[in-house]
Nanobody, 121 residues
Framework: VQLQASGGGLVQPGGSLRLSCAASGRTLGPYAVGWFRQAPGKEREGVSCISNRNDNTFYANSVKGRFTIARDNADNTVYLQMNSLKPEDTAVYYC???????????????WGQGTLVTVSS
């Protein structure tokens, strides 16, 4: 499956963005889909994941209550709604697939190219 992440941009603190992870080649249904981010000089970290069983969702503590992940099977897309954005959310955001949700980036594959989110006044 090939993934295309989009929806990033420049937003002020407290603002919102919705990222999209669109799939082609295969349906996303059988896969867990995770969002990760990588800030300059930092390691890639897990942000959120939606499982392939009952669409269970998982969030990093740093985004819990502010971000929401959702799957739209009709569009073959996974979304990440980001509210109350903070400057520390600034990073390149990536989506990827896995057999199950995990915080370990190495267990994911089919990485999209990333979309830049900049939170700044």
């Amino acid at each position: 499956v090939q993934l295309q992440a989009s929806g990033g941009g420049l937003v002020q603190p407290g603002g919102s963005l919705r990222l999209s992870c669109a799939a082609s080649g295969r349906t996303l249904g059988p896969y867990a889909v995770g969002w990760f981010r990588q800030a300059p000089g930092k390691e890639r970290e897990g942000v959120s994941c939606i499982s392939n069983r009952n669409d269970n969702t998982f969030y990093a503590n740093s985004v819990k209550g502010r971000f929401t992940i959702a799957r739209d099977n009709a569009d073959n897309t996974v979304y990440l709604q980001m509210n109350s954005l903070k400057p520390e959310d600034t990073a390149v955001y990536y989506c990827a697939t896995a057999r199950t949700c995990t915080a370990v980036p190495a267990l994911f594959d089919s990485w999209g190219q990333g979309t830049l989110v900049t939170v700044s006044s």
